[in-house]
């Protein structure tokens, strides 16, 4: 079956779930859930209930809502049409998912056959637009067949069987759902500015907006230096929708944000703001949708065209130079820690490398130039290996000193005979650096290397 994009956009929706503990449980009748009393089955094994049932009304199958209307060609055989519903799942004692977090309130669900035996989808499509409906399903199959997922969500754990309320609130053709988008598009464009104006009055904001549309208030005078592009900054930010709708909050999280100012991060408007403070100045500002979203939004959270408000403390600023010489300390006193602990007892070479000699080689001395075969076996200081040269079944082989490797290693195995082995503690400055190494070595770290020096090949 085609795909199209509005299809992955959708599904997508469905996708992003969020884990909401509720202690209260989904509904008053948790007991009757817990034995399924009242429900029927299909001949497939799905539980269902009807609270709600309206059977002349359209009913969600998959192509054209009218069902006595055949496909007009292949091309509409292809598209699903979409459900909108109201949805709630989780087990008798803890919600899992409330549609209730989305801005419209709606989940829209492509309407596809089902997946499987007892699959969610066959209960969609025994219910018309205005039914409301409760339907039993196995949790497992759900998340890996229906959703999608890679595996079982960790909130998810253990659970056997998932209870969706549902609220069938309209259909459409995939053809009908772009359309009334694009619609929607052009309404919110054109009511922005409107909007906008009419808070700015209800609110008597007398500030006046930048020359790029940001008003900002400043609401305390920071005492610490003026932020600038490149400066490492800690904020505290709330953002909102002009009617108040929470969308995200740092210190409901406990977790102020950390980035690097002038690089892209949340909204643009954002940025320009930070550029306009000193570092323990508070302020307010109303950033029109191109400082924030714009015409896209963030699906289920900002809807297109939104105005955003948004209260920003500028928690600490560091300098490039401030930050790289806190990250250097920190790795410093890391690395002496871990010698401390290991018992190490040799000093560092003046780079920062620690050469523990383990073995003495009887072989030639390696030399710049020379062609070398080396056994490793790389790890963090917390002992994660990152990566050993025994997967492979083959020792490295690289010219030593032409910086084809590491600075660590050019410096360590240099200082090594044929046959020795030795233990590289080497400095972050030595080896990946303020960057790191894709996924498995981050920035600043400090490495060990378990190293053998099986040949020196003279050049």
């Known amino acids: 079956m085609k795909k199209s994009m509005f299809f992955l956009l959708t599904t997508a929706l469905l996708l992003s779930v969020v884990f909401i503990s509720c202690n209260s449980g989904l509904q008053d009748n948790e007991s009757k859930l817990k034995d399924h009393e009242g429900f029927t089955y299909t001949d497939d094994g799905l539980a269902y209930k009807f609270v709600v049932r309206n059977d002349t009304a359209k009913q969600a199958k ?205 909204t643009e408007g954002m940025n320009q703001a930070l550029l306009m403070m000193r570092q323990g100045g508070k302020a307010r500002i109303i950033m029109p949708s191109n400082l924030a979203f714009g015409k896209r939004g963030r699906p289920g959270l900002v809807p297109p065209y939104s105005t955003l408000i948004s209260e920003i403390e500028l928690v600490n600023i560091q300098t490039q130079e401030e930050y790289q010489a806190g990250q250097r300390l920190k790795e410093a006193l890391k690395i002496e820690q871990y010698v401390k602990d290991s018992n190490i007892n040799v000093k560092p070479t003046p780079s920062g490398l620690y050469y523990v000699e383990k073995v003495k080689g009887d072989g030639p001395k390696a030399e710049p130039g020379d062609k070398v075969k080396v056994w490793y076996t790389g790890k963090l200081l917390d002992g994660t290996v990152f990566d050993a040269s025994s997967k492979r079944n083959k020792p490295f082989e690289f010219v030593l000193g032409k910086g084809r490797v590491i600075k660590g290693w050019d410096e360590g195995i240099a200082m090594m005979r044929q046959g020795g082995k030795a233990t590289l503690i080497i400095p972050s400055s030595l080896g990946y650096g303020e960057r790191g190494s894709g996924k498995v070595i981050p920035p600043n770290s400090p490495l060990i290397f378990d190293v053998e020096l099986q040949e020196v090949i003279k050049q």
């Open 62 to 266: 998959p192509g054209i809502p009218d069902s006595n209307k055949a496909f007009k060609d292949a091309e509409d055989e292809a598209k699903p049409n979409i459900a909108y519903v109201k949805l709630k799942y989780g087990t008798p004692d803890t919600l899992l998912y409330d549609s209730d977090i989305l801005v419209d309130k709606l989940v829209p669900i492509p309407l596809t056959p089902p997946a499987y035996p007892g699959d969610f989808m066959e209960g969609l499509e025994m219910m018309h637009v205005g039914d409301s409906a409760i339907f039993v399903v196995d949790a497992e199959s759900f998340f890996l067949k229906t959703a999608r997922f890679p595996e079982i969500p960790e909130y998810a754990a253990g659970v056997k069987k998932l209870t969706f309320y549902v609220k069938l609130e309209d259909i459409k053709t995939e053809d009908q759902a772009r359309e009334d988008y694009a619609e929607q598009l052009v309404k919110m464009q054109i009511a922005e500015d409107s909007t906008l104006q009419a808070y700015i009055k209800e609110h008597n904001i007398t500030v006046k907006p930048t020359e790029t549309g940001l008003y900002f208030q400043r609401l305390k005078k920071g005492k610490g230096p003026l932020a600038k592009k490149g400066d490492l900054v800690t904020v505290d930010f709330d953002i909102k929708l002009l009617n108040g709708t929470k969308i995200f909050s740092t210190k409901e999280t406990g977790e102020p944000v950390f980035f690097e100012l002038g690089k892209p991060y949340d």
